[in-house]
């Protein structure tokens, strides 16, 4: 497995301001992924997120709205950008280990409210 | 395309009671299929999956699930509930024949057990 910590937790944000979430492994890996949960939902992957490349986004999601960036392979940052009340959710990264069995890891998410 | 559903909202059991959150899903080619499981205000937990070998598949805190292929189900299992088990479940599943990594998830079963 993976230990995987979310920085921030929670934050509440006015409309129009953007906000970076970062992801942080405790060991290196390849994949590394963000979801998003709306309130109420289930899991909805935005992107996967690429060590030296551009990130690979889902139908719907767009990197102008949801830039990602990944310096390393233990590190990775997803900006919601030009924030509505529709962005409130909460932002989870994963992660699939190298010889993990196919198997991802969640981080904690951060709890996003815009107001 | 694939899909997951989970055609239950919420499921209470009484506690010591057996337990079971279904599970159904469809891909055009091998499915990979996983249980994660959210407690109030954290990021999900990997409960168990199935890859290949053995149609049932054991995984943390004493649940399991079985593989059934012919009715494409992939139920979570456990033989006597605990008042802790009570959080939110969700089914997932991917294709392995895509080459894609992401994991579509089920809209989540809200399980509570009954002291």
């Known amino acids: 497995s993976a230990v995987i910590s979310q920085k921030p937790s929670r934050d509440i944000c006015q409309r129009g301001t953007s906000l970076t979430i970062q992801c942080q492994v405790d060991?290196?890996?390849?994949?590394m992924f963000w979801y998003r949960q709306q309130p109420g939902q289930s899991l909805t992957l935005i992107a996967t997120?690429?060590?030296?490349?551009?990130?690979?986004?889902e139908s719907g999601f767009v990197i102008d709205k949801f830039p990602i960036s990944r310096p390393n392979l233990t590190f990775s940052t997803l900006t919601v950008s030009n924030m509505s009340p529709e962005d409130s959710s909460i932002y989870l990264c994963?992660?699939?280990?190298?010889?993990?069995?196919?198997?991802?890891?969640f981080g904690p998410g951060t709890r996003l409210l815009v107001l | 395309a694939q899909s997951v559903a989970q055609p239950e909202d919420q499921v209470n059991v009484a506690e010591g009671n057996p337990l079971t959150v279904k599970c159904t899903y469809s891909?055009?080619?091998?499915?990979?299929l996983f249980w994660y499981v959210q407690y109030p205000n954290r990021g999900l937990q990997f409960l168990l999956k199935?890859?290949?070998?053995?149609?049932l598949v054991k995984g943390s805190y004493g649940f399991e699930a079985e593989f059934n292929k012919s009715q494409t189900s992939f139920h979570l299992k456990k033989p006597s509930a605990l008042v802790s088990d009570s959080a939110l479940y969700f089914c997932?599943?991917?294709?392995?024949?895509?080459?894609?990594?992401?994991?579509?998830f089920g809209t989540g079963t809200r399980l509570t057990v009954i002291p």
């Open positions: 994963s992660v699939e280990p190298t010889g993990g069995g196919e198997t991802q890891y």
């Open positions: 060991s290196q890996v390849t994949m």
């Open positions: 997120a690429n060590q030296g490349s551009e990130a690979t986004y």
């Open positions: 891909v055009s080619g091998n499915p990979y």
């Open positions: 199935y890859i290949t070998g053995d149609n």
């Open positions: 997932a599943v991917r294709d392995s024949t895509t080459g894609a990594n992401n994991l579509f």
